[in-house]
Each structure stands twice: as structure tokens, then as C-alpha cells.
């Protein structure tokens, strides 16, 4: 039955994940694109808290999680930490609201592929999952609410990561991620000219601009976990990604175009094309820093603080007068509930029960006003599988808003639902014989 159940789950995701795009937000159009990755869904579920680490879920926030301290010994026998896989992907509903306006949208992503394999005090984790996505279609209308500008664009970047963690002693460890990011963002901008009888031009230009990119960082991290009383443990984690730099090999096409009485292209020629000249993007550095109590296997709550110096950012081919960055910040609060992590009946009494609630500042501000996003999170861990390998199927929910309607931009009211296998398994488990 289990397999049955993992089989379905992860056909579920990839082929959601590859009908739609990543994403639907108008903010998509800025920078790099929308941020996909905020953690697995066990973090996402508690406000995108990521304080808390174990042995038996991955950690992708963290790198020092790849050597997690071990659960007591009775759980796996006495015998090492178990190797951890998860996969994951999110569907996204959103209402888009202007002063003027209404529209909705639906996406559906992969999340990540990830696996973590412990070896004496290291741990190994590596992976892929997409880092930005780029998803929207803008219509620039005048007074009269005549279509002037229409844009479009698609694209993201995907990140493919590697990591290492070491278990310096029992309440320490470190680790490190090095990551490589690819991919590429597509925009394309058709300028609508009318006749003096208002009649639409039979021939139309639009322009068509790629960047393919490429480039490396990483990010550091550490975690301290230590017992303040026989029942209670503290936590505390910090992680530093230092700034680094995306190569952008950049094209601009001009195309001249006929439309339809919709706006939408049904003819094309006399495409001229021209490179532009290869630049390199800024990715700003970001630092991030928790704190949490709980009692292990039963409750945790947890907050934590990122900062990320989003004002360094910067593309000097696609300049944008009306938009700026500045310094984004966000904090998060969260935890989970296990009534009984080990009964023997009752099946709800070992599920995790999470919550979460986070603010942001992105750090975007378009016509001096900035984007914010607000957002609440539940989630469900049901225990699949052996019991002595804690494998769990996650169910996340999040409602939340982004933008303003102030400066007739678009307010966005969301709703996610994530979805994520977590799976353990021995390998390399010595048979024993009496």
C-alpha cells in the first residue's frame, strides 16, 4: 500500500509540476522573477520557520542539518542516522485586484528533489529545485482604457545544489552548500499603435528579450542544540549566503508583427536579432538567524529573522526608472504538535500538527511604494511506512497577500497547497545473525 501511495504522490507532482508555469505574479516581471524556494513544507507549514532540525526530515535551509544529531538509539536500533529523500511541488490559486481591475490565476511547480546521506559524523546532501520561476502577462491601458503596451515573459532559474555537514560535538554543527544556478528569463513587449480613426495598425513590432543565466554561490550554515532542562531543549541556527554574481548572456529580437482583434500575434516577419552585451547580475548576500525551545518528539515553537541586502541588487541591461530595491527583511513564527509520537493505536495521535505565521518586506518598490507580503500557514505530517523510520507524507496550506492596490498596482490574495514525501531508509544495514 505505501508504494502504491509514493508512487502516486510523486506522479501527482511532476506532471503538475510541468503543466503550468511556476508562477502568475505581475511581480514575477521584476529582477530574476518570483522566489519559488522558502524552504521544504515542513518549514513552509510553520511560517517558513527553519530553526528546528532532526534525523529524520531534510532541512534544505540549513546545510549543518545534513549531519543532524542523532534520535535515541532505540529508534533505529542503535545504529546510524537513516538516509532521508523528499520531493515536493505546490499549487497556487491567486485573485490579482487593481483600482480598475480583477483576475485570477492558477500555477503548479515542482519544489525540490532532495536526498541527504549520513556517513559516521559527516552528512551529504544534494539535489534540485527550481530558485526562481518567471510567469505574466501585463496590459498597459490609458484613460480611455485603450490597450497602449501588452508584456509577457516565462522563465526562471533552476538551482542544482551539493552540500556537506559536520557533527563537531553533540550539541554543534556546520555545513556548507555550494550551488550551482541555471537557467533563463524570456520578455516580450509589443507597443500597440492605432490609426487616427482608432483602428489597429495592421503591422505591429514587438520586441522579444532573453537572458540565459548562469553562476555559482554558497551558503553556510550553523546549528547549536542543547537540553536547559530534562524535558526542554533549545535551539539555535544561523545560516550566511555571502553575495555573488550571475553571468547573463543576453539577445534582443525585433519582430514585425499583425494582431488579432484580441491583441494576441497571428503573423510574423522581418525578425532582426542582436546580441547584447554579456553582463553579470548581482545576487545579494542574506543572512538568517533562529531560535526555538521544545520538548523533542512532542512540541516546538520557534522564530527567526532574515535579512538579505536586497538594494545591491542590480541589472544593467534591463534598467527599470520606475522600480528600485531596497534592503528586504522578513521574520517568521512557527511550531508543531505531536500528541504521541510512538503510540501503538491510535493513528492521530502520531501525526505532526504545524502552524506558522511570517511578514515580509521584499525588498521591491515600484513608484516608492513597496511590496509586501503577509502570510498564514497550517500543515499536517502523516506517518507513512515502518514505524521505525519515520517516513512521512506533508499536506501544507498558506493564505496570504502580496503588493497594493495604492499607485493602482495589484494586490495579490494567495492560496498554496504543498505537498511533500518524506522518506527514510537504512542502507548499507549490516545483517545480523543469532
Not at 499549487?91 to 492558477?106: F, H, M, Q, V
Not at 543565466?213 to 550553523?222: K, Y
Not at 533562529?290 to 541588487?313: A, C, H, M, N, R
Not at 507513512?384 to 503588493?403: I, T
Request: include cysteine; charge should be neutral.
Amino acid at each position: 500500500m505505501i508504494k502504491r501511495f509514493i508512487v502516486i504522490c510523486i506522479t501527482i507532482i511532476s506532471s503538475a509540476a510541468f503543466a503550468q508555469q511556476g508562477t502568475g505574479s505581475p511581480y514575477s516581471f521584476y529582477g530574476i522573477g518570483s522566489l519559488k524556494f522558502k524552504g521544504t513544507v515542513e518549514n513552509r507549514s510553520m511560517g517558513g520557520m527553519s530553526v528546528y532540525l532532526d534525523s529524520i526530515h531534510l532541512n534544505l535551509s540549513n546545510p549543518a542539518s545534513y549531519a543532524g544529531k542523532n534520535l535515541e538509539s532505540s529508534n533505529f536500533r542503535g545504529e546510524s542516522r537513516p538516509v532521508k529523500f523528499s520531493v515536493a511541488g505546490t499549487t497556487s490559486s491567486s485573485t490579482l485586484r487593481s483600482d480598475s481591475e480583477k483576475a485570477n490565476t492558477n500555477s503548479t511547480i515542482f519544489d525540490y528533489l532532495a536526498l541527504s546521506v549520513p556517513v559516521g559524523k559527516f552528512g551529504f546532501g544534494f539535489g534540485l529545485m527550481p530558485y526562481t520561476s518567471v510567469g505574466y502577462r501585463l496590459d498597459d491601458v490609458n484613460d480611455d482604457d485603450v490597450l497602449v503596451n501588452r508584456f509577457n515573459g516565462e522563465g526562471g532559474i533552476n538551482r542544482v545544489f551539493a552540500g556537506l555537514g559536520y557533527q563537531v560535538n553533540d550539541k554543534l554543527s556546520i555545513g556548507v552548500d555550494f550551488n550551482y544556478n541555471f537557467g533563463n528569463i524570456q520578455n516580450t513587449a509589443i507597443e500597440v499603435a492605432y490609426t487616427s480613426e482608432g483602428d489597429v495598425v495592421q503591422y505591429q513590432t514587438r520586441q522579444f528579450n532573453r537572458s540565459d543565466l548562469r553562476g555559482l554561490n554558497l551558503n553556510f550554515g550553523v546549528a547549536y542544540k542543547t537540553k536547559i532542562t530534562d524535558k526542554l531543549e533549545l535551539s539555535a541556527t544561523a545560516t550566511y549566503t555571502p553575495e555573488s554574481k550571475l553571468n547573463s548572456e543576453n539577445i534582443r529580437r525585433f519582430s514585425t508583427v499583425t494582431l488579432d482583434t484580441d491583441y494576441e500575434v497571428i503573423g510574423l516577419s522581418n525578425t532582426i536579432e542582436s546580441d547584447l552585451e554579456d553582463t553579470k547580475l548581482t545576487l545579494p548576500s542574506k543572512f538568517t538567524i533562529g531560535l526555538g525551545i521544545g520538548q523533542p518528539k512532542s512540541w516546538f515553537v520557534g522564530t527567526e529573522y532574515t535579512f538579505q541586502s536586497t538594494s545591491d541588487f542590480s541589472n544593467p541591461v534591463f534598467p527599470n526608472v520606475a522600480t528600485t530595491f531596497e534592503n528586504s527583511s522578513e521574520i517568521s513564527l512557527g511550531g508543531f504538535y505531536i500528541p504521541n509520537y510512538n503510540a501503538f493505536s491510535g493513528y492521530f495521535k502520531r501525526v505532526v500538527y504545524r502552524a506558522g505565521i511570517k511578514y515580509e518586506n521584499t525588498g521591491l518598490v515600484i513608484k516608492d511604494e513597496p511590496i509586501n507580503e503577509f502570510g498564514i500557514s497550517f500543515g499536517l505530517g502523516l506517518p507513512v511506512g515502518p514505524r521505525n523510520l519515520f517516513s512521512n507524507a506533508n499536506f501544507g496550506f498558506e493564505f496570504g497577500r502580496r503588493g497594493t492596490r495604492e499607485q493602482n498596482l495589484i494586490l495579490e490574495n494567495f492560496v498554496n497547497f504543498n505537498v511533500s514525501l518524506s522518506l527514510n531508509s537504512r542502507w548499507f544495514e549490516q545483517k545480523k545473525y543469532y
